[in-house]
């Protein structure tokens, strides 16, 4: 996240989000369509991604500002990526056309293409807002980013939950950093639980009749896990027509 990261800056400043602060331990082999995004086959991850169709996954637009995300560790939960899981090349990176980090991460989404399939199932993307992804409901985050602000990122997967705010009030929040809560975002946490640097572009998950949905792609916020500051999500039922024709067409 970039903490503004938006995941962290300890100062008051907005940064991207890079961990998660309070989390517990994903159990191996399960959310295997959290991905983490690296230079290198073997290097480490330096954000997070969702796989949302075989050869697509989806992440934050400030991921993919330069060149340097070139592969993509999928269903691993090692951050090294090298212990199990799959290591992909990526082939295509597309931000969404509204996107300017110049406008404070306005449409903070991006789609990569992958070179081959991966066998891991993905996550159902939230094409609707109802009262699953309601203000109040608890949704999920989850990498491998830092685990306190200036801290280090975590060796394993983490989770953990954070409730939804209504975007009048993240907005009043926030706004005297001189950011603005758009109808692009989505937020949610803050408490003592939260994205931090290194969870850039990572899900955000709600569950629906037992089904789990992609809401949210980690963005941005005002440090990590502060009281009465959320994170910030890239919402993803406002960038649809962005992501589905990226998407497999329905078998007729």
Sequence with gaps: MVK?????????SAVAQ????????????????VTGLRRTETGPSSCGASLVAPKILVT???????????FASVGS?????TIDGER?????????????????YDY??????????????PVKLNWDEDQFSAPGVVSWVRGFGHT??????????????????ENSKCHDALKKYN?????????????????????????????RNGVEYLAGVTSWGIGCARPDHPGVYARISEARDFIEPFLPKPAC
């Design 4 to 12: 503004f990261l938006a995941l962290a800056a300890v100062a008051a």
């Design 18 to 33: 890079t961990e998660i602060v309070n989390g517990t331990v994903v159990p191996i082999g399960k959310y295997t369509y």
């Design 60 to 70: 934050a637009a400030h991921c993919s500002s330069t060149a340097w995300a070139t």
């Design 77 to 81: 939960h090692y951050a090294n990526g």
């Design 88 to 104: 992909i090349k990526i082939v295509k990176r597309t931000q969404h056309p509204k996107y300017n980090k110049a406008s404070r």
């Design 108 to 121: 903070d989404i991006a789609v990569f293409e992958l070179e081959t399939a991966s066998k891991f199932p």
């Design 148 to 165: 306190s602000s200036g801290g280090v990122g975590s060796p394993v997967l983490l989770e953990t939950d954070v409730a939804i705010w």
């Design 179 to 207: 950011y603005n809560v758009t109808s692009s975002m989505i937020c949610a946490g803050g408490g003592f639980k939260d994205t931090c640097q290194g969870d850039s572009g990572g899900p955000l998950t709600i569950t």
